[in-house]
């Protein structure tokens, strides 16, 4: 009997450890802040324009008119894995060499475009199944 009961201690005191685990995981989650990736200042038509890659969404914001707050530039995030080395007006360039470009108007619905690959940038090493192998050797 004294072993069942010190079995059973031992499994509570792992279920508490992954239960206090699991819930400070979370706050700490919360707590977290947005990665800034790229950044970059333009000056075009006689005004200021600041560019920043934050978790992989393109935002902007200007000095003129009445932008007086941080914008959504790309609804959607820049595709890929590899880190935002470079970002303008609606495009980006990517560690490994390939630049995107937005096609979408500021803010709304549109897609990234593979617009080019700038020599020198690190391969992707893509991982490939046995049977995709099988397959394009046959």
């Known amino acids: 009997m004294k072993r069942a009961r010190a079995f059973f201690l031992v499994c509570a005191g792992a279920f508490l450890l992954a239960l206090a685990y699991h819930i400070g995981a979370r706050n ?20 200021t ?4 890659v934050v978790d992989r969404y393109l935002y902007f914001q200007c000095d003129q008119g009445d932008c007086s707050s941080v914008a959504l530039w790309a609804s959607a995030p820049v595709p890929g894995s590899a880190r935002v080395v470079g970002c303008g007006a609606g495009h980006v360039v990517l560690e490994n060499g390939d630049a995107y470009q937005w096609n979408g108007p500021r803010g709304g619905p549109g897609t990234w475009q593979l617009i080019g690959h700038f020599p020198g940038g690190a391969t992707v090493a893509k991982s490939e199944t046995w049977g995709a192998m099988k397959a394009r050797y046959r």
């Open 28 to 47: 700490a989650e919360s707590q977290t802040t947005g990665t800034i990736e790229c950044a970059a200042v333009d000056f075009a038509g006689g005004g």
């Open 49 to 52: 324009l600041w560019f920043a």
